[in-house]
């Protein structure tokens, strides 16, 4: 009989993984948690951050910011 390779990959992916256990499930320690929503915090203020912009819609000739005082020396 000749090799005849799978018509459907999906199907010949599926029927690998049934010989697999599924991967256990490990509960996030608390202290997880905690850096995981300080972390999701960060993101949502920087978006808001960055929607807000700097002098968003005006146009600025030069590279220093308007209120800074001072500058390299």
Do not use: C, K, W
């Amino acid at each position: 009989m000749a090799y005849r390779p799978y018509p459907n990959a999906d199907r010949a992916l599926r029927q690998l993984d049934r010989h697999y256990p599924p991967a256990p499930v490990i509960p996030m320690s608390p202290a997880l948690r905690a850096v995981g929503d300080a972390i999701g915090q960060f993101r949502e203020n920087a978006q808001r951050a960055a929607g807000l912009g700097f002098g968003a819609g005006t146009y600025v000739l030069s590279t220093r910011r308007p209120g800074v005082v001072g500058g390299p020396s």
